[in-house]
């Protein structure tokens, strides 16, 4: 249904609030005052410089056409428990618990302030276990895989015929045809990666913690359609609040605003985020908003040509499905 305003209504300021959802039917949110220096800024600047820029854009039909946007937020914490090992160098460590082990959710993690992402890793206590390095079998050293042990290779020279012939003595080698190995300095082994040297790897449970929040939309259109905004400008402005629910658990909205599509979008989103929960990940609060989106389609004349455009959000930001650009450029190589 078309909203219809006459030239002489009075602005009705976007404020936000939890306002009574009854306050937002029937109100102009964007007025012809506000529409007008939208769309004198835009036409200023898509025109090019050579054109006139005293011909003011002539409003002639204001069609109020709002949208509402319905937004889901949920803050949700992961948990799970990786083994880590690190070189063991000689510190005490605890005992392993004898009662049985503590639960993933029975770790007392101090959350940050909700809808505030980050992540945390903490030891487990009581979890170490001291083992020997496979991979150097506790020796501290590996054999180095660049010359195999030997702490030197064959210098390229013993191939080269030309160059023996010649009798010349290699620079590499002085002639003895081994060159030694600089990855080890000739010591055929070196310090292992995975011990770095101690021989013993302390095995651990570390918790790891990872706090996120996601985020879904779903915008409704009363007018189905008619205003023909694309998401991703819509993405970008803001709307009027007319509901906020902030609980640990939201429940989906009935009947709010009356489009029936903002209670379908809650209901289904409201499922989604519960689906990617579960024994790993846990809800810990949610937030819904409904905001009004005001947009309105406008009918204007200017440079004698019959145009129209959409201003929509708060920002009065105006888009239009042709470029003045492109009209500009038309107009300007006649
Ligand atoms: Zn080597
Ligand atoms: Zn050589
Ligand atoms: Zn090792």
């Known amino acids: 249904m078309e909203q219809e305003t006459s030239m002489t209504d009075h602005c009705t300021p976007c404020n936000t609030s939890n306002g009574d959802p009854q306050d937002y039917r029937n109100v102009p949110l964007i007025t012809e005052d506000a529409v007008r220096d939208a769309l004198r800024k835009y036409v200023l600047s898509s025109y090019c410089c050579c ?6 854009p002539v409003i002639e039909r204001l069609t109020q056409l709002p949208l509402y946007r319905y937004r889901l937020a949920t803050f949700t914490e992961k948990r799970h428990i990786e083994k880590i090992s690190k070189p063991y160098t000689g510190q005490r460590i605890e005992a392993p618990e004898r009662e049985p082990a ?12 909700m809808f505030h992402e980050g992540s945390k890793k903490c030891p487990l206590p009581q979890s170490g276990e001291i083992k020997t ?7 501290g050293r590996c054999k180095c895989s660049r010359c195999g042990g030997s702490g030197q290779f064959r210098c390229g020279c013993s191939n080269n015929r030309r160059q ?8 590499s080698c002085s002639g003895s045809g081994r060159r030694r190995c600089g990855k080890c300095s000739g010591r055929g082994k070196k310090v292992c990666t995975s011990c770095k040297g101690e021989g013993r790897l302390l095995y651990y449970q570390q918790l790891s913690v990872k706090w996120k929040t996601l985020y879904s939309e779903a915008i409704a259109d009363p007018h189905d359609q008619e205003s023909s905004l694309p998401v991703i400008l819509l993405q970008k402005v803001t709307g009027k609040m007319i509901m906020m629910d902030d609980e640990v658990l939201v429940h989906p909205l009935a009947g709010c605003p009356d489009v029936a ?23 810990l609060r949610q ?4 905001e009004m989106i005001p947009v309105v389609q ?18 009065l930001r105006v888009y ?12 300007s190589v006649m």
């Not at 023996?164 to 620079?171: E, V």
């Open 298 to 315: 406008v009918q204007y004349e200017y440079n004698g040509k019959n145009l129209s455009c959409l201003v929509y959000g708060q920002e």
């Open 261 to 283: 599509e903002i209670s379908a979008a809650s209901e289904r989103l409201i499922q989604e985020h519960q689906n990617t929960c579960g024994p790993l990940c846990h809800i």
């Open 102 to 113: 503590l639960q993933l959710w029975d770790i007392n993690v101090c959350t940050p302030k």
């Open 51 to 56: 054109r006139p820029r005293s011909e003011e």
């Open 164 to 171: 023996r012939s010649r009798n010349k003595r290699c620079p």
């Open 320 to 331: 239009s499905k042709r470029s003045l650009h492109r009209f500009t450029l038309s107009c």
């Open 133 to 139: 390095c496979l991979k150097c079998g506790g020796r």
């Open 287 to 290: 937030r819904q908003t409904v």
